[in-house]
């Protein structure tokens, strides 16, 4: 048995006999509100690992680093261990969720220019927002790690604005997380997946990620299916 050396909502992690290679292994557990609502959702691992895996794959291409190695399992991959730099770093295409709450926007109103907003990993805090001087004040990143993570967060986006316009899906807004490796080089790390994303078909309007868990809009898994099975065909 591979020793669990850490655990979060959705994923586990167990060391392999490679210190640096971690075996991430996506559960089934999904959780909304803060962590007030707990569910199993079967196959919802299985799903995140597969699309996680192919974006960054994909990601790959553009040249932006991340700690993904290889898939071994439908529900599991293995990755580069980092030191995690406890952010989520939130990029916005179209108005949603908190910043529509925040600035009384219209639901899905197009923004003029990507926004790339920092939040302190923090569940007790409530994961609350930082400017880049609280982070540094914090010492949780430096100014050229908070710049770093900027620019390779608006690689990202103009990367996957792309792959979803191709497969007829809009990336309305997205969180990544950073790491730190053993050459001391910012890596995209965490997971790609639509728990981490808001999607939605183009024509439609239909949401193809975790909102539909949030929302109480029934069967989630069948947006993520989608997202999956355009991306296979895709990136085939
Ligand atoms: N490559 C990596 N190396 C080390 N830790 C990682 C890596 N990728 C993700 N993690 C961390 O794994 C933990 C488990 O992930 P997850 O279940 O998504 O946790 P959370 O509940 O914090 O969202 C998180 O603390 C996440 O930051
Ligand atoms: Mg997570």
Redesign the pocket.
């Known amino acids: 048995m591979d020793k669990l050396v850490?655990?979060?909502?959705?994923?586990?992690?167990f060391q392999t006999k490679d210190k640096n290679v971690?075996k991430?292994h996506y559960t089934n557990h999904t959780t909304a509100g803060d962590g007030k609502r707990n569910e199993q959702i079967e196959n919802k691992g299985a799903v995140n690992n597969q699309i996680s895996s192919l974006i960054f794959q994909y990601l790959n291409k553009f040249d932006i680093p991340n700690?993904f190695i290889e898939q071994t399992s439908n529900t599991d991959q293995l990755?580069?261990?980092?030191?995690?730099i406890p952010l989520e770093v939130v990029v916005r295409n179209l108005s949603s969720g908190h910043f529509q709450k925040r600035f009384g926007t219209n639901n899905l109103q197009q923004l003029s220019k990507p926004v790339v907003e920092f939040f302190m990993?923090n569940?007790e805090l409530h994961d609350p927002m930082v400017n880049d001087l609280d982070v540094q004040a914090l010492n949780i990143a430096n100014e050229h790690q908070l710049s770093k993570m900027r620019d390779l967060a608006l690689k990202i986006n103009i990367a996957l604005i792309n792959l979803f316009k191709e497969i007829n899906i809009t990336l309305v807004d997205f969180k990544v997380?950073f790491?730190i490796d053993e050459s001391n080089h910012i890596i995209l790390?965490?997971?790609i997946s639509p728990d981490s994303c808001r999607l939605i078909d183009t024509d439609t309007k239909e949401s193809l990620d975790k909102d539909v868990f949030r929302k109480n809009e029934g069967n989630m898994m069948k947006g993520y299916y989608k997202v999956l099975h355009k991306l296979q065909k895709e990136l085939a």
């Open positions: 850490d655990s979060g909502k959705t994923k586990q992690l971690l991430v700690h990755n580069k261990k980092v030191n995690m990993k569940d997380e790491g790390a965490d997971e």
